[in-house]
């Protein structure tokens, strides 16, 4: 058993507007906006690092739940866009939280990355006591790299979330998770060291809008929960038309799916912690209610994840 205590965020100051990101590939922010429901996004500063965003991230869901670093069981970093191959993130991260000689994990995933760590803190906080979970992303240096794709640059900002998982107490039970994975499509997403991002645009919808609605039905006929009786769907914040496309495949209103993507385009592994923070502080949990997670990204990876409010 384990609950979801709290979340906690992090967004740059610099938003790029989706007019300038349309100039980058000669279109303008109309075009933007209706192939991706973004207006604008977040970019980081050329000094901070994925470790600086993920602290502060982490620092924002620790202070909330008023829990100091040090007492942390474990702490899971998900990104796609560490400045090295190593030491990953989680170690910088931990040390500037303050959290000494608690164990860091980096999980090196994009978009899915943080749906997987939530799962694994699941399983391991009964043993290691509360895991905070983050992930943190500065995909604007990939996607300002040369040549800059149509259909790739216009989608990405720089963001940091997080989330604490406790073994005993919190606002919602993790009830249930599934995730999958299938490298057959790894060469449809990918990021070669110090290339631009490569995407098979068409592969990554046609199986995105597959893959996540079937791994919801999954979770919820598992645990005999109608997708109608879900109080809200936290999602990677990929694109607006996949959700609404999702929202349509399991027959429920669109609004039920929370979306922030048109302030913060998409952040990668850090979107579904951001959008559930956003969330939590607008709307929460309710109790007995389920609330359903779920995430596609590079790999592929793909999954979700069962709460109830407590």
């Given at each position: 058993m384990a609950f979801i205590a709290e979340f906690g965020c992090w967004l740059p100051e610099h938003i790029v507007t989706s007019a300038e990101a349309g100039s980058w590939v000669g279109s303008d922010a109309e075009w933007v906006r209706n192939v991706s429901g973004i207006d604008e996004r977040r970019?980081?500063?050329e000094t901070d690092t994925v470790a600086d965003l993920a602290a502060r991230a982490g620092a924002d869901c620790l202070?909330?739940?008023?829990?100091?670093a040090k007492h942390l069981g474990m702490i899971l970093v998900a990104s796609g866009t560490a400045e090295r191959s190593f030491p990953g993130p989680a170690?910088?991260?931990a040390r500037l939280l303050g959290a000494e000689h608690v164990p860091a994990l980096d999980i090196p995933m994009a978009s899915a990355g943080s749906l997987f760590a939530l799962s694994l803190a699941s399983r391991l906080a009964g043993q290691l006591g509360p895991i905070l979970v983050i992930g943190a992303e500065i995909m604007s240096r990939v996607v300002l790299r040369e040549p800059r794709e149509r259909g790739v640059a216009i989608l990405f900002g720089d963001g940091a979330g997080a989330c604490l998982v406790s073994p005993n107490a919190g606002r919602a039970e993790i009830i249930d998770s599934f995730l999958a994975s299938d490298g057959s499509f790894a060469d449809d997403l990918k990021l070669d060291h110090g290339a631009p991002l490569q995407m098979n645009g068409r592969s990554v919808i046609l199986q995105a809008s597959r893959k996540i609605p079937a791994a919801i039905r999954?979770?919820?006929d598992r645990n005999g929960v109608a997708p109608a009786a879900v109080q809200s769907f936290l999602m990677h914040q990929a694109n607006q038309n996949l959700l609404d496309k999702i929202a349509a495949s399991l027959g429920v209103p669109p609004e039920r799916f929370f979306s922030n993507i048109r302030r913060y385009g998409n952040t990668s592994s850090a979107s579904l912690l951001i959008a559930a923070c956003e969330w939590s502080r607008a709307e929460g949990f309710r109790?007995?209610?389920?609330?359903?997670?779920?995430a596609f990204g590079?790999?592929?990876h793909w999954g979700a994840l069962l709460a109830r409010g407590v």
């Open positions: 970019f980081a500063a202070g909330r739940a008023g829990l100091a170690c910088a991260a999954t979770v919820l109790s007995g209610a389920p609330v359903v997670f779920a590079a790999g592929f």
